[in-house]
């Protein structure tokens, strides 16, 4: 166990809605990835939040967004559903930002877009 | 764009024997590089990493080789258990700056132990 919490574990829904994904990083993690693996494209960052503010972005589509919160944990939104963004969305936490520490992965939430 | 990509998709090996996975990397700018373990239903889990001014790391069970002139880096388990069958990844990424501070994975290795 990493420490890392994810909900939900599976999400089923259809094309054009929109869906949220929550995430609790590890107690005393200040910095919160947010990456998603697909079979095609494999596991590819998405965002990067550090003690609430937004750190670096990888390959985010615009109808994706995500936040930090004050209490740290990190909720990534998803609109606009595609076919294509049927894929396991990982959160990771680690103490400090930078990518030399580090990364504890959560359990990841299973999205099918049907 | 540049990624870093691995040579083979599955390995079979024989429980006892070792097992070395191979990853290339494109970015010279990279400077920090891990390997994840990923077992089905988990997410990555973070067995050894190796900073660029390094060419070789050892854990328990486990050394890393980085050849930087070839971009090339490798996992090898020793001893090779049931309990390593996995997937796993290299990743790498700039610590020292110059891009995101996310990882950049590879495709991912899928290591199959033999009885």
């Known amino acids: 166990d990493s420490g890392v919490t994810q909900t939900p574990k599976h999400l089923i829904t259809a094309t054009g809605q929109r869906v949220t994904l929550r995430c609790s990083p590890r107690?005393?993690?200040?910095?919160v990835y947010w990456y998603q693996q697909s079979l095609d494209q494999g596991l590819q960052f998405l965002i990067q939040?550090?003690?609430?503010?937004?750190?670096a972005k990888g390959n985010i589509l615009e109808r994706f967004s995500a936040q930090q919160f004050p209490d740290l944990h990190s909720e990534l939104n998803l609109s606009s559903l595609e076919l294509g963004d049927s894929a396991l969305y990982f959160c990771?936490?680690?103490?400090?930002?930078?990518?030399?520490?580090?990364?504890?992965f959560g359990p990841g939430t299973r999205l099918t877009v049907t | 764009g540049e990624s870093v990509g691995l040579h083979l998709p599955t390995l079979s090996v024989q429980e006892g024997d070792n097992s070395i996975i191979n990853c290339a990397y494109s970015n010279s700018a990279s400077d920090y590089f891990i390997w994840y373990k990923q077992e089905s239903g988990k997410g990555p889990q973070f067995i050894i990493d190796?900073?660029?001014?390094?060419d070789k790391r050892q854990g328990q069970r486990v050394t890393v080789l980085l050849n930087k002139t070839v971009k090339h880096l490798s996992l090898q388990i020793a001893a090779t258990q049931p309990g390593d069958s996995a997937v796993y990844f290299c990743?790498?990424?700039?610590?020292?700056?110059?891009?995101?501070?996310?990882?950049?994975f590879g495709k991912g290795t899928h290591l199959i132990i033999q009885p």
């Open positions: 190796i900073r660029s001014n390094m």
């Open positions: 107690s005393g993690d200040l910095s």
């Open positions: 990743a790498e990424s700039q610590s020292s700056g110059g891009g995101a501070d996310g990882l950049t």
């Open positions: 939040y550090y003690n609430g503010e937004e750190r």
């Open positions: 990771a936490s680690s103490v400090d930002p930078s990518p030399d520490y580090e990364q504890y």
